[in-house]
């Protein structure tokens, strides 16, 4: 049995308030992120859409593309409500190759939120995660005291509203908060893949916000008999399931699932809709281990 919920609500980024399902704008460039994207104005379709939906939380980073989304985002919806928040990324740049390359020094952060404040067309960014690049696959242990104090300076030069972090460990987590003041973590987490279980319901406990990227497996969708059994007998698309059982998750979750195309847009935000019952849950936990304390 499913029950139709009005709204999955929101929560506060720092004193933003976002609604808990927002949009990911890494997939509307070109193949690997890099180069325009193929349908110029099918992108800048999406991003209108995104606030007709009522979305009001983008995830972006001026290396996608690189600068190319910001500026789509800016081209179509520049002047921006005054309730849409923008979150952005910084710690890496974009070789010729399309490689990822670390920039995590106090100069290359510097440059980056300027990149995006230009790009973007703003005069404070309202979230910027420092984008941990130890290893681009994932999160492993390093240092980040220099990079963190750069980012908390950068904010108290008044061109950041609120900091994060990404593909962080918990201990650069920790270490993140005792410098400065965090307000979410983007971390991949999904139905599939839930190393960070425990991290999660740490900083629910802490109000700070959980923002899982790839939550619907990123480069690789998500595939699962479960998953697709659970979606038919609901009679919505899995990728709706993948969405609402995120949502139920835990309340400090955010989503910005991605797409390039607007009829996966709104099947998307639909799954704010979708309240999955006690047995569904249980099928969908099975699909993979959750690393919980
Ligand atoms: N911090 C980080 O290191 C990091 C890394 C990666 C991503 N991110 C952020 O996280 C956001 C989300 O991640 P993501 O976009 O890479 O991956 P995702 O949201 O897990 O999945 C996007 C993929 O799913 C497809 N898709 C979306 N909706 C669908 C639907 N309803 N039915 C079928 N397929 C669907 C998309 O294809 P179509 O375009 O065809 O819909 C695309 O291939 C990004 O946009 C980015 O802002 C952050």
Redesign the pocket.
């Known amino acids: 049995m499913t029950a139709q919920r009005q709204q999955p609500g929101s929560y506060r980024l720092g004193d933003l308030d976002v609604n808990r399902l927002g949009?990911?704008?890494?997939?509307l460039v070109g193949p690997h992120v890099f180069g325009p994207p193929k349908n110029k104005q099918q992108a800048i379709s999406v991003l209108k859409e995104t606030v007709e939906l009522g979305i009001n939380h983008l995830?972006?980073?001026d290396f996608?593309g690189p600068h190319i989304t910001n500026q789509l985002i800016r081209e179509a919806l520049h002047p921006y409500r005054d309730d849409l928040v923008i979150t952005t990324?910084v710690g890496a740049r974009r070789g010729a190759d399309a490689s990822w390359i670390p920039a995590m020094s106090p100069a290359e952060l510097e440059t980056a939120v300027h990149d995006n404040l230009r790009n973007l067309s703003l005069d404070v960014l309202d979230v910027v995660?420092l984008?941990l690049m130890f290893d681009m696959a994932g999160p492993v242990e390093g240092d980040i005291e220099d990079a963190m104090t750069a980012m908390a300076e950068l904010q108290h030069k008044g061109l950041i509203r609120h900091l994060g972090l990404?593909?962080a460990t918990v201990q650069q987590v920790a270490q993140a908060r005792n410098i400065a003041h965090i307000v979410c973590v983007?971390?991949?987490y999904?139905l599939a893949h839930r190393g960070d279980g425990a991290l999660i319901d740490a900083l629910a406990r802490d109000g700070i916000a959980y923002?899982?990227?790839?939550?619907?497996?990123?480069?690789s969708?998500?595939q699962s008999a479960a998953l697709s059994d659970v979606a038919g007998r609901l009679g919505v698309?899995?990728?709706?399931v993948a969405l609402a059982w995120l949502l139920q998750r835990s309340p400090n979750i955010l989503l910005?699932?991605?797409?390039?195309?607007v009829?996966?847009?709104r099947?998307?935000t639909k799954a704010a809709n979708l309240v999955l019952d006690e047995a569904e849950l249980t099928v969908l936990n099975d699909i993979a281990p959750e690393q919980r304390l």
């Open positions: 949009y990911g704008a890494m997939q995830d972006t980073s996608y990324k995660n984008r990404s593909n983007q971390n991949q999904n923002v899982p990227f790839f939550p619907l497996g990123g480069f969708p998500l698309m899995p990728m709706q910005i699932p991605g797409t390039s195309s009829e996966h847009l099947e998307n």
